[in-house]
């Protein structure tokens, strides 16, 4: 399912095959949490700005229209008119950042619904029910997210349930693609790398999770509050000990420059709801850096975005115009903004695979992942 097609020394190019298409690595993917990107983008717009793999989010599609209605329309590959691969979380992210009221036992989680407050358990079996009836190609293992910092020995416990859960979920998604029901009967389930910011930890869980075996494995909990730096040294340590034969995704990353040197590190997959937010707030990339369409000296500025662009934003409106449209809280500025910056994100990963490609990726990185992040 994955081919390792080259290296530049820990940076990897590849190539991953899913039921609904391959995937070109490393590649970010775009985030449209309840089957739909957050600006008014649809899986059209999707296709025209090169994304490859649209990712989606178990507990807030099993809230709402639940994951048995989508299940009936055919999954979500129907439901959302989206024939490319996708990738969906467990949920447990959103139990434990979204939720209140949780109860963690063996058996899973216990919490309030965030909508309306009621209760509802989630546990590994549950969370691959839910993904089942979604029909993703990639499912997430259901793991506990630690909060950092957090003490040790908590976070030990916790590395040693989601090793358990992880083993029930293995076990309850090959029960589900028995179904006839299952919308996707191709669908894998790949493993979370947990241990917060302790190095031993991360490492112990990596090597216990891959014996597993699994098509795939995430390292989680990380960018979620800490220094990059802390976050490059915890990729250091656990990059190594995770399979050379298998994709690896760093979740929830991040700026232009966190991705350029995660890849560095050996990353191959990445999410972030960065680039959107942002857009909506008018922050936009360029190739020199991000731009704030709220200052006032972008109010007459006729230019585009980014003159080297290649979007239809960019080749079409001024940076005056977009500005004006976020002012006046038209729909079409959050459009037009999240148009643009995920055509940068998606085409900064078609970059970087073909420096890999023609073997100047460390040139690339020098060049490039301190100039994206800064502010103009």
């Given at each position: ?7 530049e ?11 609904h298409g391959t ?14 990107i ?8 999707l296709?025209?700005i090169?994304c ?19 299940r ?17 979380d ?11 009221l ?16 009621r ?21 997430m293992?259901?793991?506990e ?23 029930r979920c293995?076990k309850?998604?090959a029960e ?9 009967k191709g669908?894998v ?29 995430a390292?989680?909990?990380l ?25 690896r ?15 560095w ?35 007459t ?5 980014d ?33 643009h ?6 085409h900064?990963?078609a ?6 490609d023609?073997?100047?990726?460390a ?5 490039w ?8």
């Amino acid at each position: 399912m994955f081919t390792l097609l080259k290296t530049e020394g820990r940076a990897r190019r590849g190539r991953y095959i899913t039921p609904h298409g391959t995937i070109e690595t490393p590649v970010f993917m775009n985030v449209g949490t309840q089957a739909a990107i957050k600006g008014g983008l649809d899986a059209f717009d999707l296709k025209a700005i090169g994304c490859q793999v649209e990712l989606s989010n178990t507990y807030h599609l099993h809230l709402l229209p639940g994951d048995e209605v989508i299940r009936t329309l055919g999954g979500l590959h129907q439901f959302m008119q989206w024939d490319g691969p996708i990738l969906t979380d467990s949920g447990g992210f959103q139990v434990f950042s979204l939720a209140s009221l949780r109860q963690i036992k063996e058996e899973g989680v216990t919490f309030a619904s965030h909508l309306d407050g009621r209760r509802i358990f989630m546990g590994p079996e549950e969370s691959m029910r839910i993904q089942s009836n979604l029909g993703s190609d990639i499912a997430m293992a259901f793991d506990e997210c630690v909060e950092n910092p957090a003490p040790y020995d908590y976070v030990k416990a916790s590395c040693q349930r989601t090793y358990r859960w992880l083993v029930r979920c293995q076990k309850a998604l090959a029960e589900c693609n028995q179904r006839d029901e299952a919308p996707n009967k191709g669908q894998v389930l790949w493993g979370i790398n947990q241990g917060g910011t302790f190095p031993d930890l991360r490492k112990n869980h990596m090597e216990q999770i891959a014996e597993l075996d699994l098509p795939g494995y995430a390292v989680g909990g990380l960018a979620v509050g800490e220094p990059a730096e802390v976050m490059y040294e915890i990729l250091e340590e656990v990059v190594p000990v995770m399979p050379q034969n298998k994709p690896r995704y760093l979740m929830g990353v991040g700026t232009p420059s966190n991705i350029i040197e995660a890849v560095w590190r050996g990353i191959d997959f990445f999410d972030c709801v960065l680039p959107a937010r942002n857009a909506r707030h008018g922050h936009l990339y360029t190739k020199n850096g991000r731009i704030n369409l709220n200052n006032a000296k972008y109010q007459t500025d006729d230019t585009p975005v980014d003159e080297a662009c290649g979007c239809s934003v960019c080749q079409r409106y001024s940076r005056a115009y977009l500005r004006h449209l976020l002012k006046a809280e038209e729909v079409l500025g959050l459009r037009l903004c999240v148009l643009h910056n995920l055509w940068f994100y998606n085409h900064l990963m078609a970059d970087i695979r073909q420096a890999l490609d023609q073997g100047r990726f460390a040139a690339f990185r020098e060049e490039w992942s301190a100039r994206l992040d800064l502010r103009i």
